[in-house]
């Protein structure tokens, strides 16, 4: 179970970007966690957020959080959906998948 969503996960992105002088904007973010050696995956994730300035951990958070909205922009149904079943349903559409 430990290998689910190793890179995928806010405390991991947080381990990754520890010590980041804020304000920072993504490019910033990529180049820390590149730094800190973050698995490639971790990486993504930073790159999938939003090109803008980041004032703290808790904004990278929040971005992280919300970038499945992003994704999934070209389904505009999912969008349309409750803003707290999404990231319920992110979670759960790997389990069902099988």
Known sequence: MATRGT?????????????????????DLVKHAQHM???????????????????????VMKAF??????EGSSKSSSKQQQPGSQAGQSKTHSKSHH
């Not at 990486?43 to 803008?52: G, P, S």
């Not at 959080?65 to 992003?70: C, D, F, L, R, V």
């Open 65 to 70: 959080g919300g970038k499945g909205s992003e």
């Open 7 to 27: 890179g995928h996960s806010p405390a991991n992105v947080t381990k990754n970007l520890k010590g980041i002088d804020f304000p920072a904007d993504k490019k």
């Open 37 to 59: 050696k973050a698995e490639k995956v971790v990486i993504d994730e930073i790159q999938k957020m939003e090109d803008r300035e980041y004032g703290n951990m808790a904004d």
